[in-house]
């Protein structure tokens, strides 16, 4: 059990957390989310008795981490995988911590086994992946078979397989009784793995609740509607209809309509009722990802801008304007195809986006309006984490 | 609580597996016993030209550990690696997530390594004395005369005293480059030149190094060394002193600031 109380730190004028209260209980995964920079390391740290919160507390099964009596053996935590002095064997490094609490060197092999490190165990740690040090890391955690667990970005630079391993393991020893607290920024790798869920942004508490929860929460169900183009009011015509009956719409950036508390067949019908052509009526579920980003929003800290590429790229060609990209799904030119093609554009599922030949701009651009019909394609790719 | 003798011999398996310290080591010794017999070689060789003051106050012992000089920068280099890679590694949040007693940590780590240059610094002095006595022929004194034990002795404890007190302040400034930047110029160019120089030699005489390696003369002010106001012990003293402040203020930097 881990409890924080009103925990805040500032570092000079910058308050890295601030005010954080929870509770991790025994015998469930809990994963700790936020973007970076909201202080996820910095908690972590605080409770491992690296930094000292400007004010209030956090302890460990009642005790502040620094009074623990054998930490070693109560609390494992992996902070940074590459806190390894480059030139001590694994093997060599497991064994210093082993010995600190007196824990026996046969089980320093032991752990090797279960990271799958022993063939590199007595190669320098320096030459070691990101994946084998995240797996030194957590066989440092697991070394002192303690009832507490902490991981900060376990799966960083982890292959598939380990991460699946990684999965597991962390559900395996939750089942068996124990605290394990998780960091990450994913929230999806998070819907699989945690039972409950604590989410922060600039060091502030948003959200802790259990999965199942946050899932039911935040991932509700809509229709996106999409009205034939011509004639233009039909838009308005639909929505008007819609609302009356009791829908919520919100209009999408790319034209579309989403409604919610609406079931599919009543839309279509208050569609043909109000003789409104539809192109596209789909079910759709907003991910966890999207709930998850539209509650961090406000509490991003590094935020990308698009990138103009000012002065880098050629001047576009003179033929017409350009088809809006975020309409823009090729077609497959009748011009024979030439060796080489560029990869859809970025956001758009490859699937959706046919290899799409470098044709003459020329012949694209006629194709444009034809693309436009094409996305009226039923599109759930949105729907993912609640198959867990 | 993570019991003292446990934390020791986590450091001993620490520094016994990284090869940096077998090299530190490995020079501080080979090139004190080397340039001690070289210089004494010379010396033997030259004796009747040296200027008269220094044929008066001619300190055998002393020539020997003429190799001190390079010596105890490699043991500078030893005591700011043991604690320095620490920090530059990250290590140091492993190590204190694991023993959340910071001064145990530090001053284990601290006995460990320090008793392990002192060890080899014992040896190296030994070994400078016979071999260079060997080498400087009829001028050459004995490990049975008057005060010489002492100073071989002395050798010994003043190169443990180094690397101690650059653990110290290796654990102050809590990066091996920094530290390294600031005590080996130190010890090798500014401490050297300011005893030379008129006004600063007052001052030098009580830096680190000049107090100590007072220990290494058998003959007061030998070979028209400055004349200083403490004796050899008394300059170990100050020496110890120095260590002792190193120690304190690591010891402060590594309980109150986060790791």
Redesign the interface.
């Known amino acids: 059990m881990i409890e924080a109380v009103g925990l805040t730190k500032r570092y000079g004028a910058k308050t890295a957390v601030e005010n954080l209260s929870f509770q991790v209980r025994p015998g469930a995964v809990t994963g700790f989310l936020g973007p970076n920079g909201s202080g996820k390391s910095t908690t972590m740290?605080m409770m491992?008795?690296?930094?000292?919160p400007t004010s209030g507390h956090v302890t460990i099964g009642g005790h502040p981490?620094?009074?623990?009596?054998?930490?070693?053996r109560q609390?494992g935590?992996l902070?940074?995988a590459?806190?390894?002095?480059?030139?001590?064997?694994a093997r060599?490094h497991l064994?210093?911590?082993a010995?600190?609490?007196?824990i026996p060197t046969a089980r320093v092999d032991e752990v090797l086994g279960v990271v799958g490190l022993r063939e590199v165990a007595k190669q320098r740690s320096k030459g070691f992946s990101l994946g084998m040090g995240q797996r030194l890391g957590i066989a440092?955690a697991l070394l002192g078979d303690p009832r507490v667990l902490l991981f900060d970005e376990p799966v960083n630079g982890l292959d598939p397989e380990g991460i699946h391993w990684v999965r597991n393991l962390m559900r395996q020893l939750a089942a068996e009784g124990r605290t394990v607290f998780v960091s990450s920024h994913l929230m999806s790798e998070m819907a699989l793995t945690a039972d409950h869920l604590i989410v922060i942004g600039r060091g502030r508490l948003l959200s802790d609740m259990s999965v199942r929860d946050f899932i039911s929460a935040n991932s509700a169900d809509f229709a996106r509607v999409r009205v034939a183009s011509e004639p233009p009011e039909q838009r308005e015509k639909l929505t008007a209809a819609l609302t009356e009956a009791g829908g919520r719409v919100m209009p999408e950036p790319d034209g579309a309509l989403r409604v919610t508390e609406l079931p599919l067949p009543r839309i279509s019908e208050l569609a043909h009722a109000s003789d409104v052509r539809l192109w596209e009526l789909s079910p759709h579920q907003a991910s966890l990802e999207e709930a998850y980003m539209r509650m961090t929003q406000g509490a991003v800290d590094y935020r990308s801008t698009a990138d103009a590429k000012e002065g880098l790229q050629p001047p576009p060609p003179a033929y017409g304007p350009l088809p809006d990209l975020a309409e823009y799904v090729p077609e497959p030119p009748e011009v024979p195809q030439r060796g080489w093609y560029v990869p859809p554009p970025p956001g758009r599922e490859p699937s959706r986006a046919p290899a799409a030949p470098v044709a003459p701009a020329a012949s694209v651009a006629p194709a444009a309006p034809v693309a436009r019909a094409a996305s009226v394609a039923p599109a759930d790719r949105e729907t993912s984490e609640e198959s867990r | 609580?993570?019991?003292v003798p446990?934390?020791l011999?986590?450091?001993w398996?620490?520094i016994r597996?990284?090869?940096?310290t077998i090299w530190t080591l490995i020079a501080a010794f080979v090139v004190t016993v080397a340039m001690g017999a070289a210089l004494s070689a010379l010396l033997n060789s030259q004796f009747d030209d040296l200027p008269a003051a220094e044929r008066a106050t001619f300190d055998p012992t002393y020539v020997g550990f003429s190799g001190m000089v390079l010596g105890q920068l490699a043991m500078v280099v030893f005591g700011v690696l043991v604690v320095g890679?620490?920090y530059s590694?990250?290590?140091?949040?492993?190590s204190?997530?694991?023993?959340?007693?910071r001064g145990s940590l530090l001053f284990s780590k601290i006995a460990v390594a320090g008793v392990l240059a002192l060890l080899v610094g014992l040896a190296t002095s030994f070994v400078t004395f016979f071999l260079s006595q060997a080498l400087l022929g009829d001028h050459r004194t004995g490990i049975g005369s008057e005060n010489v034990l002492r100073a071989v002795f002395g050798g010994g404890l003043y190169m443990g005293l180094i690397a101690v007190f650059s653990m110290g302040v290796a654990t102050m400034l809590r990066s091996s480059m920094l530290s390294l930047g600031i005590l080996m110029p130190f010890f090798f160019l500014v401490s050297g030149i300011l005893s030379a120089v008129p006004g600063a030699k007052t001052v030098a005489r009580y830096f680190p190094d000049q107090a100590g390696s007072k220990i290494m003369q058998v003959v007061p002010d030998a070979m028209n060394s400055n004349p200083a106001p403490y004796g050899p012990w008394g300059g170990l003293g100050i020496m110890a002193l120095w260590v002792i402040a190193a120690l304190a203020g690591g010891y402060l930097v590594l309980k109150k600031r986060?790791?």
């Open positions: 740290r491992l008795g690296l930094d000292r981490f620094r009074s623990l009596p054998n930490a070693p609390v935590a902070l940074d590459k806190a390894v002095h480059g030139g001590r064997s060599n064994l210093s911590l010995q600190l609490a007196g440092a | 609580m993570a019991a446990a934390v011999n986590s450091e398996t620490k597996t990284v090869s940096s890679t620490e590694s990250g290590m140091i949040r492993t204190l997530a694991a023993v959340p007693q986060d790791a």
